[in-house]
């Protein structure tokens, strides 16, 4: 028997190395004659939708986070080939590939025990999954390794990167055939498996990062051509653990707290009142980018007062992030240095405020905290939580179709709709209200600005910001901007509070590309720097290839590495 590797030497021994995250199973089956029937091949096709097979984008890499005085590599841009999340994404994305290669090729050997129906679902389940994660390794990485096949350890050492181009028209060749075999949906009774609307979703967003606009703008009409997908009705409590296989949600993996599958590290979006340490917090820059209910920004907007920072504004900004003497997780969020003590909900007391650093000098750097998703339930179950974890949902595909079409300058309604659907919904609305600020039409460079705005304020927390800002060339500019918070408690009250500049000192101006200038503020000494980013554009636009892979396999590693 020959041994089978994922792709290389350096990725099998780092796998077989990792004690921790057990990624092979006996459950997976092994050898030549597994995957010989059915049976066989369900599992196998189960165990590729393991969260480890689906890494996402993290919000810390962005201008949206902050995590105190703690930059990542990312923003940081200390980002190399030894970085413990490029060998980790490299790693378990080419043994998913390998898995699914071997699903393919045993299909072929296993006609004849399966029928019609089986053959083209296993067949083009499995495709979706290797386009999934192509995707994945070309837009980080860009220079990777293409294979359809399973390879000996002879074969994988003679590998070389692929063009991208060739690696492109595979996936979406993938994507093709999976969207022509599986079904558009399923009925209740039936189990939910990939559709062939996400196989049209995903090939939509793989477009878009490449900026093949026809391609993004065919493959997500096609996604709202199927009529299968709307939009969830309220945005508020989608994210939530009680929300289940949303009508929004076209491609997720499901979470559960009794089968430990589940969303860890909560202490650090929760509240200090409640128990948890509010150390990873929504940053001052994303705050400013929610218009204003007029759908204006704030430095144009007479709506907004920075007295009085979250009203008027866009209800996703309330939805996204705590508004102050609020309730939120069973006490009154307000974090004014002067606020030492407020009521707990549960009994009608008043407590100690350890969310306000007069307080607890570790209370949120910048006075803001995350909401979107987050529920009194994060309290309960060992800080584990069960939210699906969605993959793309239906918001997305519209703003894509949006985009593409924006870029192919192709202004017309059906671009306007599509903003204007997701718009309306943040306001509990339908599109053709006149009680939200609809997009009217525009030239191209306005109606970018919109779609930018749109998706910044729609997906926070989410994980899209990165590849959007790294999409629209704007990561080495927001990434090099020092990231701003909250004086100490001292110099607060004398410097803001006194002369009754809380919470923003000043209104900040919003530049053409959404993105809010602090100077004024900090240059005044009203602000305090937390962190300073950097990001390297000469290097930073693609993630270096592990260093193992070169030395060992002979790859070319990425410019600036």
């Known amino acids: 028997m020959k041994l089978k590797i994922a792709i290389f030497l350096s990725g099998l021994f780092f796998m077989t190395a990792c004690g921790s995250l057990d990624l092979n199973p006996l459950s997976d089956g092994s050898g030549e004659t597994w995957n010989s029937n059915a049976e066989e091949i369900e599992m196998s096709l189960n165990g590729l939708y393991k969260d480890a097979f689906w890494m996402q984008d993290l919000d810390e890499w962005t ?12 923003t940081g841009a200390t980002i190399n080939g030894e970085t413990d999340f490029v060998i980790t994404w490299w ?40 386009a999934c994660q192509y995707s994945r390794l070309l837009s ?43 079904k558009p949906t399923y009925s209740s009774s039936e189990l939910k498996r990939v559709t062939a609307g996400a196989a049209y979703a995903m090939k939509a967003r793989i477009a878009l990062q490449m900026s093949d606009w ?20 309220d945005f508020g409590n989608l994210f939530l653990s009680k929300t289940k296989n949303s009508v929004e949600t076209i491609f997720a993996l499901p979470r559960s707290v009794a089968l430990k599958v589940t969303l860890g590290g909560l202490q650090d979006y929760i509240p200090r009142n409640a128990g948890g340490y ?12 929610f218009l204003c209910k007029d759908g204006l920004p704030i430095d144009e907007s007479p709506l907004f007062n920075p007295r009085e920072p979250f009203k008027n504004r866009d209800p996703r900004c309330t939805a996204t992030i705590v508004e102050f003497q609020t309730s939120h997780i069973g006490f009154i969020f307000q974090p004014h240095p002067d606020s030492v003590q407020v009521l707990r909900t549960s009994n009608n007391t008043r407590v100690n405020n350890n969310d306000t650093r007069s307080v ?51 202004i017309d309604q059906s671009v306007l709709d599509a903003i204007n659907m997701v718009r309306a919904r943040a306001y509990g609305v339908s599109a053709t209200a006149t009680t939200y600020p609809a997009v009217k039409t525009g030239p191209q460079v306005a109606l970018r600005k919109t779609l930018r705005t749109e998706r910044r304020m729609e997906f926070a927390l989410e994980g899209a910001r990165y590849m959007d800002i790294i999409r629209w060339k704007l990561a080495e500019k927001v990434l090099n901007k020092l990231n701003f918070g909250l004086l100490d408690p001292a110099d607060l009250r004398t ?28 240059t005044a000494g009203l602000i305090k720097q937390l962190t300073i980013r950097k990001f390297d554009a000469t290097r930073q636009y693609l993630w270096p290839i592990p260093s193992k892979e070169v030395l060992t396999s002979g790859l070319v590693q990425n410019p600036g590495y």
């Open 278 to 289: 509010a150390a990873k917090d929504p940053s001052w820059d994303l705050f400013c980018a």
């Open 495 to 522: 410097k803001v509070v006194k002369p009754g500049l809380w919470f923003f000192p000043q209104k900040p101006e919003i530049d053409d590309d959404g993105v809010a200038d602090f100077t004024p503020m900090f």
């Open 63 to 74: 201008d949206d986070w902050t995590y105190r005085d703690a930059t990542t590599p990312v």
């Open 140 to 182: 980080h990485f860009g220079n990777i390794v293409y294979t359809e096949t399973a390879l000996t350890i002879e074969e994988a050492l003679t590998l070389k990167q692929t063009p991208k181009e060739t690696v492109l028209q595979k996936i979406y060749a993938d994507f093709d055939f999976a969207a022509s075999k599986l």
């Open 360 to 410: 607890a000098q570790f209370a949120s750097f910048n006075g803001l905290i995350w909401k979107k998703g987050i529920d009194a339930d994060w309290t309960l179950n060992s800080w584990t939580a069960e939210p699906d974890k969605i993959i793309i949902r239906y918001a997305d595909v519209l703003l894509m179709y949006a985009e593409a079409k924006i870029e192919l300058n192709e």
């Open 214 to 233: 026809k391609t993004a703008r065919d493959a997500a009409k096609a996604c709202m051509d199927l009529k299968v997908y709307s939009l969830h009705t």
């Open 91 to 130: 790693t378990n994305t080419y043994k998913a590939i390998a898995r699914a290669n071997n699903v393919i090729q045993s299909v072929d050997r296993a006609g004849a025990v399966l029928s019609k129906d089986q053959i083209d679902r296993y067949a083009a389940e499995a495709r979706f999954i290797r």
